[in-house]
């Protein structure tokens, strides 16, 4: 039952996302093609488990080749998931990320947080605006107005990005009570979800126009061959 329960809680989340957020999607989703037609990048960052939103943009079958996912493991939980959420409170941390990576002053960040606290992405945003990126967060209103910032600019993520898409996820990410407890995390099905969208109206959008779509072929297809898109990004993207 708690199975279905789910189910119900995360289609009604999906549809509140369709229904509140998509004027804002399908503007982030003409700035992206306009980034994809002056050959520019789109930068996901995020700390935690906010990470793998970049993750779900990044070199997979359909997916834009000019996607850089930040996957500094200071601050996922590859190098243990304790000591990241440690770390993403660290003062300055965000500059010595950014410094890490091939960014143009034209490109675009978008930023990933739910509660949007904490210092390293609310260090990231100010970083990009700094620098003159457009910067779009997506982050849960709910949670981060619930709470006080973690920064010393006391500033929040939802404050400082030039566009913000609410994944609509409840103050804590969960969606079902146990008890005294709660589960049945949203936000990555949200975060997930708001990208992919985007990334359809992105093609769309280029599509129509009649621009080459840059996009990788699975690469458990037959006879696929993702060559030229490697070796187009590779010098500017560091995980490729």
């Known amino acids: 039952m708690s199975a279905k329960l789910y189910y119900n809680e995360i289609s009604k ?10 004027d804002t999607m399908l503007k982030v989703a003409n700035i992206f093609a306009k980034k994809v037609k002056e050959d520019k990048l789109i930068h996901f960052f995020g700390t935690g488990h906010s990470h793998m939103i970049g993750i779900e943009m990044f070199v997979r079958a359909g997916g834009l080749a000019n996607v850089n996912a930040m996957l500094d493991e200071t601050i996922t939980t ?12 660290v003062d300055g941390l965000a500059d010595i990320i950014y410094n890490q990576y091939a960014i143009d002053k034209d490109d ?3 930023i990933i947080s739910n509660s949007g606290r904490n210092s390293v992405p609310v260090q990231m945003a100010m970083r ?3 620098e003159g990126l457009t910067v779009i967060a997506i982050t849960s209103y709910d949670h981060s107005k619930s709470c006080a910032s973690r920064d010393k600019s006391d500033k929040k993520l939802f404050e400082l990005a030039d566009i913000v898409l609410d994944n609509c996820c409840p103050a804590g990410d ?3 009570n146990f008890g005294e407890v709660k ?3 949203g936000s990555t099905i949200a975060g997930c979800f708001i990208v992919d969208s985007i990334l359809e109206e992105t093609l769309d959008i280029l599509h129509k126009k009649n621009y080459p779509l840059p996009i990788f072929v699975s690469q458990n297809s037959d006879n696929f061959n993702n060559d ?3 070796e187009k990004y590779r010098p500017r993207v560091k995980h490729m």
Do not use: D, N
Request: aromatic letters at 8%.
């Open 174 to 176: 969960a969606l079902i």
């Open 78 to 89: 590859a190098a243990g998931a304790e000591k990241g959420s440690y770390m993403e409170k």
């Open 108 to 110: 675009v960040m978008v």
């Open 183 to 185: 589960s049945g995390p």
């Open 13 to 22: 989340l999906i549809e509140k996302i369709e229904a509140t957020q998509y």
């Open 228 to 230: 030229h898109l490697y």
């Open 128 to 130: 990009a605006k700094k």
